[in-house]
């Protein structure tokens, strides 16, 4: 049988194409995987236990910086989907680059925090703060890079023509890796009381 | 590819996201704890809406999708309001306030 691209391109049982129904399937799985963790953590918070009162020693800047630089990376992941629909596979690769790009900087500023973090002796079984700290800012970084190694091979994929349809939906998905951290950022770093 | 729709602007929406970021970071300033759950949770609300809604592209997709991601919503209130009476609700005699007698503290060390 031939075809031309993945069936998940063509297909439309529910109105929605399998590829990006799949991608707010993964998303729903995503909402109970973070979901759960900020749940726990704002009854712990909530609840009085020792340890939260850390929370005033995040970088507020640091983590500003990486909801700016996320957000901005947000941005070039819809521009790419943008200009690959309208066939400009240079500046939709372009733009993909400049994802990961912010996706590099968002890790390296990580790292720093999580340098300074574990050298003044905040490690993650340092109190139930610290756990929850490394445990979502953690699983969220693998979510960045994740994020990365699949747009880096989407980019040299539609560089050569094919499947299109995916940068759309590495977008999706990048953008919901911002929307976790729009909470996390706020709930890590801003409220501290 | 996706069905056609106009592209909103998504420069201006990026503008708005920074003034809300420049918000939610300069509320907890003037110290007023209030206001900082207001600067800080609120204007996550409105910025996750803005990213959902116009770089998700949520506003142009079927219903079903909506359904599918309300169900997921709900689902979690169902854990946090089943869970939460457990870990925060400790007068009673079948409870254990761990807390007060220090056990979980030590229990976690």
Same mark, same amino acid.
């Given at each position: 049988? &031939?075809?031309?691209? %993945?069936?998940?391109?063509?297909? &439309?049982?529910?109105?929605?194409? &399998?590829?990006?129904? #799949?991608?707010?399937?993964?998303?729903?799985?995503?909402?109970? *995987?973070? =979901?759960?963790?900020?749940?726990?953590?704002?009854?712990?918070?909530?609840?009085?236990? %020792?340890?939260?009162?850390? #929370?005033? +020693?995040?970088?507020?800047?640091?983590?500003? $910086?990486?909801?700016?630089?996320? +957000?901005?990376? &947000?941005?070039?992941?819809?521009?790419? @989907?943008?200009?690959?629909?309208? =066939?400009?596979?240079?500046?939709?690769?372009?733009?993909?680059?400049?994802? $990961?790009?912010?996706?590099?900087?968002?890790? =390296?500023?990580?790292?720093?925090?999580?340098?300074?973090?574990?050298?003044?002796?905040?490690?993650?079984?340092?109190? +139930?703060?610290?756990?929850?700290?490394?445990?979502?800012?953690?699983?969220?970084? +693998?979510?960045?890079?994740?994020?990365?190694?699949?747009?880096?091979? *989407?980019?040299?994929?539609?560089?050569?023509? @094919?499947?299109?349809?995916?940068?759309?939906?590495?977008?999706?998905?990048?953008?919901?890796?911002?929307?976790?951290? *729009?909470?996390?950022?706020?709930?890590?770093? *801003? #409220?501290?009381? | 590819?996706?069905?056609?729709?106009?592209?909103?602007?998504?420069?201006?929406?990026?503008?708005?996201?920074?003034?809300?970021?420049?918000?939610?970071?300069?509320?907890?300033?003037?110290?007023?704890?209030?206001?900082?759950?207001?600067?800080?949770?609120?204007?996550?609300?409105?910025?996750?809406?803005?990213?959902?809604?116009?770089?998700?592209?949520?506003?142009?997709?079927?219903?079903?999708?909506?359904?599918?991601?309300?169900?997921?919503?709900?689902?979690?209130?169902?854990?946090?309001?089943?869970?939460?009476?457990?870990?925060?609700?400790?007068?009673?005699?079948?409870?254990?306030?761990?807390?007060?007698?220090?056990?979980?503290?030590?229990?976690?060390?």
């Amino acid at each position: 049988m &031939s075809m031309h691209g %993945p069936i998940a391109t063509h297909r &439309s049982a529910t109105g929605v194409p &399998s590829g990006r129904l #799949a991608i707010w399937w993964l998303l729903a799985s995503e909402i109970f *995987i973070f =979901g759960g963790l900020v749940t726990c953590f704002v009854l712990f918070k909530l609840n009085g236990t %020792p340890g939260f009162e850390d #929370a005033s +020693l995040t970088s507020t800047a640091a983590g500003a $910086i990486n909801t700016f630089v996320l +957000l901005t990376s &947000s941005l070039s992941i819809v521009l790419a @989907h943008a200009a690959i629909e309208k =066939g400009d596979r240079v500046k939709s690769f372009r733009y993909i680059w400049y994802t $990961i790009g912010g996706g590099v900087v968002f890790l =390296g500023i990580k790292t720093y925090e999580y340098t300074g973090k574990i050298i003044h002796g905040h490690v993650i079984t340092e109190n +139930l703060f610290w756990s929850f700290y490394y445990t979502m800012t953690g699983l969220h970084a +693998l979510h960045v890079i994740g994020g990365m190694v699949i747009m880096a091979l *989407i980019s040299f994929d539609i560089r050569k023509g @094919h499947n299109y349809q995916r940068v759309e939906l590495i977008g999706i998905y990048w953008h919901f890796v911002d929307l976790v951290w *729009i909470f996390l950022f706020p709930l890590l770093y *801003i #409220a501290n009381f | 590819m996706s069905e056609a729709y106009a592209h909103p602007n998504y420069i201006k929406i990026w503008f708005w996201l920074l003034g809300l970021l420049v918000i939610s970071v300069a509320g907890p300033m003037l110290e007023i704890p209030a206001l900082t759950i207001i600067t800080a949770f609120g204007i996550a609300i409105v910025k996750a809406y803005l990213v959902a809604a116009n770089f998700m592209h949520l506003k142009f997709e079927k219903k079903f999708i909506w359904y599918l991601l309300i169900l997921s919503i709900c689902l979690l209130g169902v854990f946090f309001f089943g869970v939460a009476p457990d870990v925060m609700m400790t007068d009673g005699d079948q409870w254990i306030d761990c807390i007060a007698d220090k056990s979980c503290v030590e229990q976690r060390l």
